[in-house]
C-alpha cells in the first residue's frame, strides 16, 4: 500500500509540475511575446512557484524512492534493465532541467531576456512532457 501511494502522490507531483509548465508555456507566454511584457511571465512564475517547487522536490524524493524499489541495482548502470534504463534518462531530463533553471534564474530573469526565456519555458515544458512519457513508459512495460 505504501508503494501506490508514493506513486500517486509522484503521478500528482508531475501533474502538478507539467501542467504548469504546459499553462505556461501555451496560456501566458505567447500574450507576453507578443505584447513585449515580461511582468507576465514574472506574474505566472510568483503563483506557480510555491506549488510548482515543492512539486519537484515531492518528485525526486519520490523518484528516489521508486528507485530503491524498482532498481535496487542502479549504480550498476545497466542500460539492458528496463527501470534503470528509464531511471537514467529521466536523470539526464533532470540535470538538463536544473541547468535550464539555473540559467534563466541568474542570466536571463535578472536582464529581463523574454525572447531567450521563452526557448528555456518551451524546453523545460518539452523536457516536462518527456518525463510524463518515461514515467508512462517505466510503468507499462515499455515505449523505450
Known amino acids: 500500500m ?3 501511494s508514493i506513486i500517486f502522490i509522484h ?3 508531475a501533474t502538478i509540475w507539467a501542467g504548469g509548465h504546459l499553462i505556461l508555456a501555451l496560456g501566458f507566454l505567447p500574450r ?5 511584457d515580461f511582468s507576465i511571465i514574472e506574474g505566472f512564475e510568483s503563483r506557480y512557484e510555491p506549488i ?6 515531492i518528485l525526486l ?23 534503470t534504463r ?3 534518462l529521466k536523470f539526464g531530463l533532470l540535470l538538463l532541467t536544473v541547468a535550464l533553471a539555473v540559467h534563466a534564474r541568474f542570466f536571463l530573469i535578472p536582464k529581463k531576456a523574454l ?7 518551451f ?22
Do not use: C, E, Q
Open 115 to 121: 525572447r531567450s526565456l521563452a526557448l528555456h519555458i
Open 2 to 4: 505504501i508503494l501506490k
Open 32 to 36: 507576453a511575446l507578443k505584447n513585449k
Open 52 to 57: 510548482g517547487i515543492p512539486a519537484l522536490l
Open 61 to 83: 524524493l519520490t523518484g528516489i524512492y521508486m528507485t530503491a524499489y524498482y532498481a535496487p541495482d542502479f549504480f550498476l548502470l545497466s542500460w539492458d534493465d528496463h527501470y
Open 123 to 144: 524546453l523545460v515544458t518539452a523536457i516536462a512532457i518527456l518525463f510524463v512519457l518515461l514515467g508512462f513508459s517505466a510503468r507499462s512495460g515499455g515505449i523505450l
Open 11 to 13: 503521478i500528482l507531483a
Open 86 to 88: 528509464h531511471i537514467l
